[in-house]
């Protein structure tokens, strides 16, 4: 009975999902430096090399400046839902979100770290998980792609799936 016990604490015990830590690898060339960004105070961050400025935090998260965390839970969308709350969101009073390209998507990557695969000094809240992107796939338009911030990887998802988004806009 006792041994039973045991087994049963201990399965419990490891079923309980734990929060992985980001692996950087040591002489692995940093992708996305940190000051190559400006952060900034109304929870947005600007690239200065590709003139883009995003959402420090994932999709209908909030920014909380005093605590420099991001509040609140992240949907996983579709991809139509994914477009809808871009052109419905104003943070930090901007009014042009939009989803990023794949290839706008890939440069916030940072290609040196895993799980997650993107510079969590900049930017915070990031799932491990996919994230959207609003390039449609060539062959097979219900799709689109993605990017899986655990691993860094892109893949084609179908628009009907349920993922993450991060939003961006061009700076002007």
Request: proline share 2%; with cysteine; hydrophobic share 35%.
């Amino acid at each position: 009975m006792k041994l039973k016990l045991l087994y049963v604490l201990a399965a419990t015990a490891f079923s309980f999902n734990v929060a992985a830590e980001q692996t950087c690898y040591a002489g692995a060339d940093t992708t996305t430096a940190t000051d190559r960004f400006t952060i900034n105070t109304d929870g947005t961050v600007s690239d200065s090399e590709t003139g883009l400025m995003w959402q420090r935090c994932s999709y209908s998260q909030t920014y909380n400046e005093d605590t420099e965390l991001c509040e609140g839970s992240t949907p996983s969308i579709n991809w139509q839902e994914a477009l809808r709350g871009a052109k419905n969101d104003t943070t930090a009073d901007y009014d042009d979100w939009q989803v990023p390209n794949i290839k706008e998507l890939a440069s916030i990557l940072e290609h040196s770290c895993t799980e997650p695969s993107i510079n969590e000094d900049v930017f915070l809240g990031t799932k491990l998980q996919n994230y959207w992107s609003n390039t449609s796939g060539v062959s097979t338009m219900s799709s689109a792609w993605v990017y899986q911030f655990d691993s860094g990887l892109n893949s084609l998802h179908a628009k009907t799936s349920n993922v993450y988004l991060r939003l961006v806009r061009y700076e002007k």
